[in-house]
């Protein structure tokens, strides 16, 4: 009769157990997914631009790079869970300066047809895209967070005149583990399978997602700006960005991830001498 109590109890816990394991893991899943297909949000588009076509994708543009009368233009990319208007202002402002300039949607966001986010790698096969799809003398990119992973990644493109990132991230998989142990002590480990799933669901692996290694081969001119109190990406990462392709470096006080903007008018003024380096150097 003993025998049987605790076989019975036994067998409880042995289901407990796996049932809070098949939870763990389904969580883990949708974890995942909501990561790689974040929630749809579809921006107006500001009446300064307009719609330009890129593989099916609705990118905004000046008018001036639709006629294709742009000289220079900006290539504008935005990061993970932010949308195509995260540059807008600051594009619409470039453009008041007679730049052309170029919003792309990112890939599993916005308007994008895209259904997953790429961490880097599709977002910067969009990049090159829009590149080859306007005319222009000289191309300078501009990207945020993921999207400034993106654009380092992009870089290699012949075409690309100069590069500018804020809060970029250089080397994916460290950053990945930063992201989870400062939610959760301990996190990198409890979560991983996160990392694990999405990388299966992309068929990529985030050790091989380096950023850096495209920006040690860059020999133009670049900015790298990191805010001060960036909670999502480490300085390191900025710092190492910065020194191996010889960018200038530019440490925003006081704020944080992806609020580089807030500081108005010398984020434009900033970005506009990169440019004029640019031609310094034609």
């Not at 949708?30 to 500001?46: F, I, N, T, W």
């Not at 994008?112 to 799809?133: N, Y």
């Not at 989870?180 to 985030?206: D, Y």
Request: positive net charge.
């Amino acid at each position: 009769m003993r025998l049987q109590r605790l076989n019975k109890w036994f067998r409880r816990v042995i289901f407990l157990f796996a049932g809070i394991f098949a939870a763990y893991i389904a969580l883990c899943f949708y974890m995942a997914e909501e990561v790689l297909s974040p929630k749809r949000v579809l921006p107006p588009r500001p009446q300064e631009l307009v719609e330009l076509e890129i593989n099916n994708a609705p990118a905004w543009a000046s008018p001036s790079v639709k006629s294709g009368k742009a000289k220079t233009v900006f290539i504008f990319s935005h990061g993970l869970m932010a949308q195509q208007d995260f540059f807008a202002k600051v594009a619409i402002q470039v453009a008041k300066k007679g730049f052309g300039v170029v919003l792309p949607p990112m890939p599993g966001q916005g308007y994008s047809p895209l259904q997953r986010v790429g961490f880097g790698l599709t977002e910067s096969e969009v990049i090159q895209q829009t590149i080859d799809k306007i005319k222009a003398d000289k191309i300078i990119l501009v990207g945020c967070s993921m999207g400034g992973a993106a654009t380092w990644l992009a870089s290699k493109h012949p075409r690309v005149s100069a590069v500018i990132t804020e809060g970029a991230y250089g080397r994916l998989d460290p950053v990945t583990r930063y992201w989870f142990e400062r939610k959760t002590p301990g996190g990198s480990i409890l979560f991983r399978p996160v990392i694990w799933i999405a990388s299966w669901k992309m068929g990529m692996n985030p050790a091989n997602v380096n950023p850096v290694e495209t920006a040690a081969k860059f020999t133009k001119p670049a900015l790298v700006i990191q805010c001060e109190k960036d909670g999502l990406i480490p300085r390191e990462q900025a710092e190492e960005l910065a020194k191996v392709s010889n960018a200038d470096y530019w440490l925003i006080p006081g704020k944080k991830h992806a609020q580089g903007q807030e500081v108005g008018d010398e984020y434009v003024r900033r970005l506009i001498q990169v440019a004029e380096k640019v031609s310094e150097k034609a």
